[in-house]
Nanobody
């Protein structure tokens, strides 16, 4: 499975962006799709994840109510809709996917993910 992330850019605080993560290859082997982000000097942290078949989503507390996941199975694409962006949301955003079901806190662990896309930069100006 190959993942292609896109949609990053520069936005003012309070603005919105939509990130896209498109999967190609053996996409039927994808179970969970997630977005992580990594700010300079910090580790990669989970932002949101969605079950590819179930559509059940998980959101980090820091983005609940502002970010929304959506998926288009026909296009093999998961979107991260980011509203009310804050300067602290600025980071490189990565999409990732697992081969198997992931439950509980395992969702937070980068090593649980089998596939990674290249990052897309999100910059939020204050």
């Amino acid at each position: 499975v190959q993942l292609q992330a896109s949609g990053g850019g520069l936005v003012q605080a309070g603005g919105s962006l939509r990130l896209s993560c498109t999967a190609s290859g053996r996409t039927f082997s994808t179970n969970f799709v997630a977005w992580f982000r990594q700010a300079p000097g910090k580790g990669r942290v989970l932002v949101a994840a969605i079950g590819w078949s179930s559509g059940i989503g998980y959101y980090a507390d820091s983005v609940k109510g502002r970010f929304t996941l959506a998926r288009d199975n026909a296009k093999n694409t998961v979107y991260l809709l980011m509203n009310s962006l804050k300067p602290e949301d600025a980071a490189v955003y990565y999409c990732a996917a697992t081969k198997t079901a992931v439950v509980g806190t395992s969702l937070l662990i980068t090593s649980a993910y089998d596939y990674w896309g290249r990052g897309t930069q999100v910059t939020v100006s204050s």
